[in-house]
C-alpha cells in the first residue's frame, strides 16, 4: 500500500478515529448507568459496535475531509442518550458523565502510548507500506487522536463536555440560563471551528486553546512509550 496514497491516509486516521469516539461515546453511557440512568443501556447504545454510534458527517465525511487535506483530524459521534432527571444529583450527575469521555480517551492514550512502547522496535524497523508500518502509524494515530479529543471535548461550551462540566459547577439559576446555549450547539461548533478561524485567523480556538495542551500531554504520553521501549 502506498504510505502517501489517500487510502493510506485516510486509513491510518479513521480507524484510531473511530475507535476513539465510540469509547468516548460508551464511556458517558456508562457513567450514567453507574450513577442510576439506565437510558442509553435500555437503547442498546453501550455497545461497542461503530455502527451504533456513527454520525455520517461528524464520524466519517468531516474527518475523511481533513485526513485527505492532511489537517488535524477530528470528528464526532451520535452522543449517548442521557436522563438526568434518573440521575440522584443530576447536576453532579451530569457532570461526572461528561468527564467521563475525555476521561476514556486519556486513558486510551495511554494504551496507545504503552503498545507504542511495547512494539517501538518493530515501529522503527518497519519498511514503509509494510503491515508493521500500518500498525504503527494507528498507534501514533491513536494517541494522538484521543489526546486531541480529550482536551477537544472539554472546551467549557456547549455542545462540548466541558460546556456540561461549567453548567455543573456554576450556581444553579445560572446553569440553567447556560443550559439553553444548547439548543444553538451545533451553530456554535461551525462558528468557532469553521466560521471565526476563516474570518479572524488568529480566533482559532483550536490551534490557541486547544493545541498547546494537547502538544504538552502528547509529549508526556510519548516519553512513556520511549521509557517502556527502553
Not at 18 to 23: D, L, R, S, T
Amino acid at each position: 500500500m502506498d504510505p502517501n496514497g489517500i487510502i493510506w491516509s485516510a486509513a491510518v486516521w479513521l480507524i484510531p478515529l473511530v475507535i476513539a469516539i465510540v469509547f468516548h461515546e460508551v464511556a458517558h453511557g456508562l457513567a450514567a448507568r453507574a450513577l442510576g440512568d439506565p437510558t442509553a443501556a435500555r437503547l442498546n447504545r453501550l455497545s461497542f459496535n461503530p455502527l451504533r454510534h456513527v454520525d455520517p458527517i461528524g464520524t466519517i465525511v468531516l474527518p475523511l475531509m481533513l485526513a485527505i487535506a492532511k489537517a488535524p483530524v477530528f470528528g464526532w459521534a451520535k452522543p449517548v442518550p442521557v436522563d438526568a432527571r434518573n440521575l440522584p444529583d443530576p447536576r453532579r450527575g451530569m457532570l461526572l458523565v461528561a468527564l467521563a469521555g475525555p476521561g476514556m480517551n486519556l486513558t486510551l492514550a495511554l494504551v496507545g502510548a504503552v503498545l507504542l512502547g511495547l512494539f517501538a522496535q518493530t515501529v522503527d524497523t518497519a519498511p514503509a507500506g509494510s503491515l508493521g508500518a500500518f500498525v504503527a502509524s494507528n498507534l501514533v494515530n491513536f494517541l494522538l487522536i484521543n489526546v486531541f479529543l480529550a482536551i477537544f471535548n472539554l472546551i467549557p461550551l456547549p455542545p462540548f463536555d466541558g460546556g456540561h462540566v461549567v453548567a455543573g459547577l456554576l450556581p444553579e439559576p445560572l446553569a440553567q440560563r447556560w443550559d439553553r446555549l444548547a439548543r444553538f450547539g451545533f451553530l456554535l461548533l461551525i462558528l468557532l471551528l469553521f466560521v471565526i478561524p476563516a474570518l479572524v485567523p488568529s480566533a482559532n480556538i483550536v490551534q490557541r486553546l486547544v493545541a498547546p495542551p494537547a502538544q504538552a500531554l502528547t509529549q508526556v504520553y510519548l516519553s512513556i512509550a520511549t521509557a517502556i521501549g527502553g
